[in-house]
């Protein structure tokens, strides 16, 4: 080959790797075409600080108060039992909407920084779970119990959350107490070994007040396990605070209920069990392995910022040409947004996630019996890391939350949150002309993204927060994971479909909830609740906010769910007496 035109080809691909390690290293700003955006230090308000999740200093200040202050010995709750005193929970206590507007546009005075604590008293006359206001921070010199003025009264202990160390010890008590009372039926059909069967428990844990017993629904301990179940069933009840106290209430087994394990024992023996061997599956799962069937011959598209982010994260706000927000992570309700802005203008004081509930249905009872309510685990206490490349691009901004939550010191999810800016695949809005005149005009489309992902149990939730250039805000929950499912017997597929040999992929529902408080125009002193919304939501709000304050609205559309909606005004059954007066 001609020397010049091999010199020729080497050079050109110098010149591609070096664009290439340009694009990767945009964010550096040392091959950019143009400068990255930069946003003026006065744009990033110290005020934001109002929304901002505790520091691990403040919640270790909260833990020594009221260890110090209560009179009672707090048990650390990575290792307590029932029947100790211990901290639950440690979170922002958020100040009231009037306080942080007074601060946030009248220069009113800096609202006391507080946090809420949860303590489980198992170890008094009338165990209870108590919440208490602690401030100010970060010296606390107080401590108030706001649990009556929350809900009216005492909140019974059997109500309380289980621990993780509670739920250990349901494990160790099925493994050590309870699968010893059929040792013949666990070994020939069950293949146990000490180790091979993983508990997954339902939720509620009871049908009445004061019940306090769960089903434990038994499957293969393998990679994604939740598609993998046996076929056995136990209630385990425990609602005494004394484990050795705890008992089991039924046993089920491939259709058919039994008294407790030991009756299943005997019917077994006598041959009157109707019995499903299953094949063992290996560890990795086989068909409920993550692990991906095909390898990716070439590397997914990357995000590429020609002159960098044209955002801006400081502590826990976010800045872009257009769009202002605060952020935290609620430790049961998840991420939360405040101070809402677009073009400086406050058009959403709130905008955060509630719950997620998922309904199934089943003829297995630990199935038709499971109302998960995702908040009572900890919506926020389950987020987990992103994984760059995957869950948000690689050039995203990520940063890091932490918890106080059933231990004592805190704990951190690095990379919990994501910021980015999207590309959205097609133009914002474009046309084309070719009548009377020749032009086209365009505007490429990009959202401003907020990004966390929780795992609660089986499923995953991606929670989008969605900025667009024209004012609109979206909202998304992208649920994945793995679905639950129970043992297939009888008429099992009228609640769902076969999904494996034993497997039934049970039918559910999901809902999530969301609050939004929106401050289009101002505080307006009115609330408007959709449940599940549309335009007869938006009709309610035209008809309760007047037709001027709606044409300045309906430019800042905001997706809600469809119709059911209901109205609470200040004062509006005396504006109604006066009208019919």
Not at 90 to 118: C, F
Not at 166 to 194: C, I, W
Not at 223 to 230: A, C, E, K, M, W
Request: charged share 20%; with cysteine; glycine share 8%.
């Amino acid at each position: 080959m001609n020397v010049k035109i091999l010199f020729i080809i080497l050079l050109l691909g110098l010149v591609a790797i070096l664009g290439l390690v340009c694009i990767l290293l945009s964010r550096g700003g040392n091959c950019n075409s143009s400068p990255a955006q930069t946003f003026p230090e006065h744009l990033h308000s110290e005020r934001s600080w109002l929304f901002a999740d505790l520091t691990q200093e403040e919640m270790l200040r909260v833990v020594q108060h009221l260890k110090s202050h209560l009179g009672v010995i707090l048990e650390d709750a990575s290792r307590g039992n029932p029947s100790d005193n211990c901290i639950y929970s440690i979170d922002l206590q958020l100040p009231p909407k009037a306080t942080s507007l007074s601060y946030l546009d009248h220069e009113g005075s800096r609202p006391t920084r507080q946090a809420l604590a949860v303590i489980y008293f198992g170890n008094q006359p009338l165990p209870n779970v108590t919440e208490y206001v602690v401030g100010p921070l970060p010296e606390p010199t107080y401590h108030q119990d706001v649990t009556v003025q929350k809900y009216g009264g005492q909140v019974p202990y059997q109500r309380r959350p289980p621990l993780i160390s509670e739920y250990k010890k349901m494990a160790h008590f099925l493994h050590s107490t309870v699968f010893p009372t059929a040792p013949r039926f666990m070994q020939e059909v069950m293949n146990y070994d000490g180790t091979n069967l993983a508990a997954v428990t339902t939720s509620p844990r009871g049908l009445r007040s004061g019940d306090r017993a769960t089903w434990l629904v038994l499957f293969q301990n393998v990679s994604g396990y939740f598609l993998h179940p046996v076929g056995l069933e136990v209630l385990l009840d425990h609602s005494s605070l004394d484990v050795s106290h705890w008992n089991v209430k039924k046993v089920f087994y491939n259709g058919q209920y039994y008294r407790d394990l030991a009756h299943l024992e005997r019917e077994y023996a006598e041959g009157c069990v109707h019995v499903e061997k299953i094949k063992r599956v290996p560890l990795d799962g086989e068909f409920s392995s993550m692990k991906p069937r095909v390898n990716l011959a070439e590397p997914s598209p990357l995000t590429y910022e020609p002159s960098g982010p044209r955002y801006n994260v400081r502590n826990n706000q976010v800045h872009s040409s257009s769009w202002s927000f605060a952020f935290r992570m609620d430790l049961n309700r998840g991420p939360c947004l405040f101070d809402i802005r677009f073009k400086g203008q406050r058009i959403v004081y709130e905008l955060s996630v509630q719950d997620t509930m998922s309904v199934y249905g089943s003829n297995n009872p630990g199935g038709m019996s499971t109302r998960y309510m995702d908040a009572s685990f900890g919506i926020g206490y389950f987020t987990n890391s992103l994984v760059r490349g995957v869950d948000c691009p690689y050039s995203a901004t990520y940063l890091d939350v932490s918890f106080l939550v059933q231990a004592e010191k805190p704990i951190i999810t690095q990379d919990a949150f994501c910021v980015f800016e999207q590309d959205l695949g097609s133009p914002f809005r474009r046309h084309y002309s070719n009548l009377h005149s020749l032009y086209y005009g365009g505007l490429p489309g990009a959202a401003l993204v907020l990004r966390s992902v929780t795992t609660v149990g089986n499923y995953d939730y991606i929670w989008d927060f969605i900025f667009y250039p024209n004012g609109a805000i979206e909202s998304k929950v992208h649920p994945t994971g793995y679905i639950m499912s129970s043992f297939l017997h009888d008429d099992g597929l009228n609640f769902g479909n076969r999904v494996g040999d034993h497997t039934l992929g049970t039918i559910h529902t999901h809902f999530a909830g969301y609050k939004v408080d929106l401050d289009v125009g101002g505080p307006l002193g009115l609330e408007i609740a959709c449940s599940q919304g549309g335009m007869a939501c938006m009709q309610a709000i035209e008809s309760s906010w007047g037709s001027s304050l709606w044409r300045r609205m309906r430019t800042m559309w905001l997706p809600v769910p469809k119709p059911s909606c209901t109205r609470e005004a200040r004062g509006e059954e005396e504006e109604e007496e006066r009208k019919r007066a």
